[in-house]
């Protein structure tokens, strides 16, 4: 701890946005970094606390609190405040494979914990991990480091998002040969096209698929397991195959009008968007638009606010996001919602923030349940009909005379995902869990199937990232425990 004063002497700042006027015109990072006096400051705000609440990653009252993957958050704050970089760089990569994406899209679970949010603004963990990360490849401490020994096992690893990712990175230290396997045309699964570019560049991706490359992992793109290859074919293939194939069946909305034109869900948006982007700038028109559109997005979670961002950019008309839940409190309720549970208060994020600045008003309606679809005779959409609810025994009860009907050009879906797809299960023969994904328990990854195993979102459902790499990484040790008898790694 080297300032024992600092969480008194300075107040909380996060790394500054751009601002929104700008920041829609194009599709660059909305965050930029402090600058170097006013990180090390920040890392004097960590106390040292006695029991670090900040890395102990647990679920409490169904949202996490502190870090999933056990970051040594104390000490890389306090390795930051001395000006030791490099040191806090490596502090950071024994726990994390990749902290240039949890530094940016993770919800830090780890602020919610740190003690100081008893009764103060939190530390900005987050922040101070992409500052750490970031400066670390600006100074060329990243690098591949392949290891010294193969052994000559073998493994499949089916799905290259972060949980596919960091097994493949841990297992290729181990010393295995490993091959990612990925049905998109570019490896990253959500971190790639799930994922908008103004949140995470699609360059800070490929950095690290680059190194990950050179350190011996082959990856496979454009093969479809269950479909281009049977999964049951990898299974004689490889010694062992771990499947991360993420929770990527969408939640459907069954109502009225769901197949008229204009009504997609989320991620047909968002992926088709990304892709477009970077294989030619959106020139070849490959994406639905939104441009002069009227907008209605249906969810009020992070896909939510990604597609009302995404829509802003294409120049839509209006945007309106629908959330059948009732609008959270301002400010954390410290009887129902104490510390260190996650802060279950309104959030008002960069998309919100956007539309607010540009339409405003703020995007958001809460307590309103979608009741059909309105098309024209072309079966085009034209208008959604909602009324507004009350939740009765947790359940959406309609308030009769709040009918209304609001025009709509396009209509996004983002309302979250079921699980995993059924093919590779099916072809395997692998025990579900009663919400459909693959059966493993956690810490131990093992399905019904020898030498089969699961993490993810396609085993405890749709989650953060950082729960992604913590599977992963948990993964990776049960599958090297199984090939080796013993395991190296953590």
């Avoid at 002497?9 to 500054?16: A, G, H, I, K, S």
């Avoid at 990950?212 to 062992?240: P, R």
């Avoid at 070849?284 to 597609?307: E, R, W």
């Avoid at 396609?458 to 425990?481: C, F, K, M, P």
Wanted: proline fraction near 6%; hydrophobic fraction near 35%; charge should be negative.
């Amino acid at each position: 701890m080297g300032k024992p004063t600092g969480f008194l002497e300075f107040v909380r700042t996060t790394n500054p946005m751009r601002p929104e006027e700008e920041r829609v015109k194009d599709w660059d990072e909305v965050y930029i970094l402090r600058d170097e006096q006013t990180c090390r400051e920040q890392g004097a705000r960590c106390m040292d606390c006695g029991v670090p609440f900040c890395h102990r990653g647990e679920m409490m009252e169904g949202g996490a609190s502190g870090c999933p993957i056990n970051n040594l958050i104390p000490e890389w704050n306090d390795l930051v405040f001395r000006n030791r970089w490099k040191e806090a760089l490596d502090r950071l990569h024994h726990t994390n494979n990749f902290p240039e994406f949890t530094g940016r899209v993770c919800p830090a679970p780890c602020e919610a914990g740190c003690v100081l949010s008893i009764n103060e603004p939190a530390v900005t963990i987050h922040d101070n991990e992409r500052t750490i990360i970031d400066k670390g490849f600006e100074n060329g401490w990243v690098v591949p480091e392949p290891p010294e020994i193969r052994t000559d096992k073998t493994v499949a690893v089916v799905g290259s998002g972060p949980a596919g990712l960091a097994c493949a990175a841990q297992l290729n230290k181990a010393g295995h040969n490993v091959t990612v396997y990925e049905r998109a045309d570019r490896i990253g699964g959500l971190l790639m096209y799930g994922i908008p570019n103004m949140k995470l560049d699609k360059a800070v991706v490929q950095r690290r698929v680059d190194i990950l490359a050179a350190e011996g992992i082959e990856f496979k793109t454009g093969i479809e397991v269950g479909k281009d290859i049977a999964a049951s074919e990898l299974q004689k293939q490889y010694d062992a195959v771990v499947l991360t194939t993420g929770a990527t069946k969408p939640r459907n909305l069954p109502v009225e009008g769901r197949d008229l034109k204009g009504v997609h869900f989320a991620m047909e948006f968002l992926g088709a968007n990304t892709k477009s982007l970077l294989d030619s700038k959106l020139e070849d028109g490959n994406y639905i638009s939104a441009q002069g559109k009227k907008v209605i997005v249906i969810g009020g979670g992070d896909t939510g606010t990604d597609c009302v961002g995404t829509s802003l950019r294409h120049g839509c008309e209006k945007v309106t996001q629908l959330e059948i839940l009732p609008r959270p409190e301002a400010d954390r309720n410290r009887v129902s919602n104490p510390w260190p549970q996650w802060p279950a208060n309104l959030k008002t994020d960069y998309g919100q923030q956007e539309a607010i600045k540009l339409q405003g008003e703020d995007p958001r309606n809460f307590s309103v349940m979608t009741q059909k679809f309105e098309g024209d005779a072309d079966g085009n959409l034209v208008a959604i009909h909602t009324v507004e609810v009350e939740w009765v025994d947790r359940a959406p009860k309609a308030i009769a005379g709040t009918e209304k009907r609001t025009e709509a050009d396009l209509v996004l879906l983002a309302m979250g995902f079921l699980g995993p797809e059924d093919p590779v299960a099916e072809q395997l023969g692998l025990e579900r869990d009663p919400r459909s994904n693959y059966k493993a328990d956690h810490e131990v990854y093992k399905t019904n199937v020898d030498g089969v195993f699961a993490a993810g979102d396609s085993r405890r459902g749709q989650s953060l990232i950082v729960w992604a790499i913590n599977e992963g990484r948990g993964a990776a040790r049960e599958v090297d425990t199984y090939l080796m008898g013993d395991t190296v790694l953590p």
